[in-house]
């Protein structure tokens, strides 16, 4: 089945210690998003790509970084995890060829800073 | 700019009651879309519903029912004869200008009781 995939659906990992979440998907969306989600919150757009053109938004701190390799993969990046970036981190695609598409959700990466 | 308001932050109803979730949504443009996300204790956001500006038709999917109301700006969710499969936290989403526009409502929890 076409989905989204994100891997690992847990991770740990030490305040201050760069960490590196990971999505792909099989569904050939050109368009690739990033959020955040606190406990009892929406969720947050942190950036999106666009193709391969990188759209940050203007509130994500600079501490978080993404790279897209390819249309498939694409990844979060945290320099320098501090307490506050404990969330659930929530990979998405759409088709945005001439239109809004829906987006489609990965399962998510629940991050834990100690 | 544009805006989700989800009023009720928590329902709790027993199994086999009907339930509505409200949602009301700010926006200048013309042409947007509307969504609902269910978000299960797993943690997926799983896309439910999509509604464009220039359709009012109501819609019906089984127990689950939308009313979208241009008037009154309100998209509102109803789940007839709840179970306890439906616990869960679900937003409603509002999409217009362009690729990363969506705005999340705060969301709604709904715990369904045996």
């Known amino acids: 089945d076409a989905m989204v995939i994100q891997n690992p659906r847990y991770q740990v990992t030490q305040f201050g210690k760069p960490v590196t979440l990971s999505c792909s998907q099989t569904?050939?969306?050109?368009?690739m998003y990033w959020y955040q989600q606190k406990s009892s919150q929406a969720p947050k757009l942190l950036f999106h790509?666009?193709?391969?053109?990188?759209?940050n938004e203007a509130d994500t701190p600079d501490n978080f970084q993404s790279r897209r390799p390819n249309t498939s993969f694409c990844f979060l990046d945290i320099r320098s995890p501090g307490l506050g970036d404990a969330a659930m981190y929530l990979c998405?695609?759409?088709?945005?060829?001439?239109?809004?598409?829906?987006?489609?959700f990965g399962p998510g990466t629940r991050l834990l800073v100690l | 700019a544009q805006k989700v308001t989800q009023a009720q932050t928590e329902i709790s109803v027993v199994e086999k009651e009907d339930v509505t979730l409200d949602c009301v949504y700010e926006t200048r443009d013309t042409t947007y879309y509307l969504f609902w996300y269910k978000q299960p204790p797993s943690g997926e956001l799983v896309f439910l519903i999509r509604?464009?500006?220039?359709?009012?038709q109501n819609e019906i999917s089984g127990r689950y029912s939308w009313n979208f109301q241009k008037s009154t700006s309100s998209f509102n969710f109803t789940i007839t004869a709840s179970q306890v499969v439906d616990s869960a936290v679900y937003f409603c989403?509002?999409?217009?200008?362009?690729?990363?526009?969506?705005?999340f409502g705060a969301g709604t929890r709904l715990t369904v009781k045996p």
């Open positions: 790509y666009y193709d391969k053109d990188f759209n």
């Open positions: 998405a695609t759409s088709s945005n060829r001439g239109r809004r598409e829906t987006q489609y």
């Open positions: 569904l050939n969306h050109n368009v």
């Open positions: 509604r464009n500006s220039f359709d009012e």
């Open positions: 989403a509002l999409s217009a200008v362009a690729p990363g526009d969506m705005r």
